[in-house]
């Protein structure tokens, strides 16, 4: 009966198949949020007086070395870092000396002041996953020595140590976007001192670039989702968008990419960011976060216990769950084949960074990974998370 044989199609078509589907790494863009929403309440620091935007953090970077003068002085920069951080703070002429970071993500503030010379200006601090990285003693540091303090948020918007956020201890902040919300570019600078002086003139960035990063974060949604057909016509359109950017000879705008790209100091976050980000409903993502991360600490955490505190402290907006394991290239290779996106924690070294000093933050790039916690993910596909996790270590250990 035809009724009957449409009504099996439609349910083919729109029931979501956990084998199909993806678990990915970052929030996915969802067609309701490209609809703007007028009096958004914007969390710190976004719309904020003192605050500009950019097109990803690392510009905020460049641009806070040169605001704070700290070209030509020494700054002292974690030894466990992504690696777009460093060349950002090098390319504005900050000059890095390193400290060690512990398996717990935290710095120990000895470790800070035993490193402060006659030409230390500035510390760098990471607030690494979204968990507030010793902060309060850090500025005490800082603020006895008479050194600036540089906050990088790039994991940490929407989170606060207590109740004050993370970006608001520094002489200044910078904040990444597409982390946490689905916005094809964004970051954020933020003085204490308010607002720099700034002659530069900065444009929006070119919109069939920003288009077709918004295009592809859509259709990872419907990958996410278990739509049929949507993994080979996001993996096609990702084909075709690489060689219609190679014909119309239009530069390849980094999103996602650890590459600074000095063109990108002069251009602002998109109007879509914008828009995007006027849907979010900020305090919602920030609960929804929370329960991922405790709901995959309770299920996987005597197998794979975060790095971060045993607790998550109120305030905390969890970027990502991390953890360590000494099999870890196996366990991604076996995670990704059930459809789960899997962070690497920053496994390569930086030319800079004289490796045989930090052999414990060697030990730590061999062994790190970050689980996806964030708020497209509900009960069930936390559940299914937590499960392939333990089947995986279980498997690798046996
Ligand atoms: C700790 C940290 N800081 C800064 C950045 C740079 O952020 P963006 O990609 O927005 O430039 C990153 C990106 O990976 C990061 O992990």
Redesign the pocket.
Known sequence: MTIGVRASRRTRVARPSAQRSVIPLFPTLWPHMLRARAGAAWPFPIEWPDARDL???????YEAVKTLGLAGREVLFPAF?????LD?LVAAGARPRFFPVGDDLRVDPDTIVERIGPSTAALYL???AGFPGTVDALSRVCRDRGLLLLE?C??ALLSSAGDRPLGSFGDAA??????VVPVP???IVVYRAGPADDAMRRERPPRIAVGAHAASSMLLNLQMRGIRGSRRLRASLIRLGRAAFRTAGVDHMP????I?VPSCLALTMSSISRRILSSQDFSSIVQRRRRNYQRLRDRVGDLAPPMTVADLPPGVSPLFYPFLTDDRDLVMRRLKSRGIEIGEF?PEWHAAVPRHEFPQVDRLRRRALWLPCHQDLTDAAIDRLARAVREVLGEVSA
């Open positions: 097109y990803l953090a690392r510009y905020g970077i870092f992504h690696s777009v951080e950002a990471i607030h690494y990088d790039a994991h910078v904040f990444s976007l597409p982390k570019n964004g970051g999103t996602g990419t650890p600074f920053w």
